[in-house]
């Protein structure tokens, strides 16, 4: 996918040229194209695809709910809304000075969309969770959207992150989350072992020895480091850490230590994937990877809901 990401596009590119770009970089022919235009996009799409799909290995892990997904919990909208009131009424403009407002809100999306699943007589549950973070994220969805038309300012920096795009995102935008990045995996992947007697109930947990309480608040970490790099690098992209762990799943069995693993390496092919597929599309032009992934992603959430195993929770 990393080969195809370089060579395909609007322009296509021999693989020599491809080949040069990356290890003889000459600045003659198309060899600019990839090095300057498609080395950059690729790379971020890596990374963000990574974030994205151990996010919802995460999420789903900790909360035992097959439909759960940093957009569809509403972690997303309070990243990007965030990163809107950043812009907006601080007027700030680099990444490094608004990701912190990513990450802070995807942290209060996420204790909101808990503790309004964990409210009322009875004890949270998977449907309650998600109900809740559908509610909250569309809450935050129309603040945004008020801000941006309240705020051309807002409205014009913001109109091609809405969609989340890789396109026009230098190497710097990479360097400048991966710090974050990295701590976030390095969480999950110790988290991922607990997740298994997670799995199992809180109580059997408890009593096989786990740390419930730890497992998922250092999940829960790593969810808005990743969740909040990823938003502020590309902008709220849907639907891959509902898809990935899902597909993984099928072939690595319930092992979450696995299905981590894998999400790791399926993420970023599946987005690489999806971005190639917006570049040829509708070529000249191109299609946010966002709003590709929304169309493969909506039908794998309408099949998961009609499963008898997702309906039944």
Same mark, same amino acid.
């Given at each position: 996918m990393v080969i195809a990401s370089l060579a395909i596009g609007t322009q296509w590119v021999g693989l020599g040229t491809v080949w040069r770009s990356v290890v003889d970089y000459t600045d003659t022919g198309d060899e600019?194209?990839?090095h300057d235009l498609r080395i950059p996009r690729t790379v971020l799409g890596i990374v963000v695809g990574l974030c994205l799909g151990l996010c919802g290995a995460l999420i789903q892990g900790i909360t035992r709910n097959p439909l759960a997904d940093t957009q569809i919990l509403g972690i997303n909208s309070g990243a990007g809304l965030f990163v809107v009131s950043a812009i907006a009424f601080g007027g700030l403009t680099s %990444? #490094?000075? &608004?990701?912190?407002f990513a990450f802070l809100g995807a942290l209060v999306a996420m204790v909101f969309v808990f503790l309004v699943g964990m409210t009322g007589r009875t004890d949270a549950t998977p449907v309650r969770v998600l109900l809740a973070g559908v509610? /909250? =994220?569309?809450? #935050?969805?129309? *603040?945004? &959207?008020? *801000?941006? +038309?309240?705020?051309? @300012?807002?409205?014009?920096? %913001?109109r091609f992150w809405d969609a989340g795009a890789f396109d026009g995102r230098p190497l710097s935008v990479v360097w400048a989350i991966l710090p974050f990045v990295v701590v976030g995996v %390095? +969480?999950?992947?110790?988290v991922s072992r607990s997740l298994n007697a997670v799995a199992l109930g809180d109580d059997l947990a408890a009593a096989m020895g786990g740390n419930v309480i730890r497992t998922r608040v250092l999940g829960l970490v790593a969810v808005t480091l990743l969740a909040g790099s990823a938003t502020a690098a590309a902008g709220p992209i849907g639907f891959v850490g509902l898809m990935v762990p899902h597909a993984v799943r099928w072939f690595t069995g319930p092992d979450w230590r696995w299905i981590?693993? &894998?999400? /790791?390496?399926?993420?970023?092919? %599946? #987005? +690489?994937?999806?971005? *190639?597929? =917006? @570049?040829?599309?509708v070529a000249p032009g191109e299609l946010p990877v966002g709003i590709v992934t929304a169309f493969l992603g909506a039908p794998v959430l309408i099949w998961l809901?009609? @499963?008898?195993?997702?309906?039944?929770?």
């Open positions: 600019w194209i990839v %990444l #490094m000075s &608004y990701i912190w509610a /909250i =994220g569309a809450v #935050m969805d129309g *603040i945004g &959207y008020t *801000i941006r +038309l309240r705020n051309p @300012r807002a409205f014009d920096k %913001l %390095l +969480l999950a992947i110790h981590c693993a &894998y999400c /790791i390496v399926a993420a970023p092919s %599946l #987005m +690489l994937a999806a971005d *190639i597929v =917006g @570049r040829v599309v809901i009609r @499963r008898s195993n997702a309906t039944g929770l």
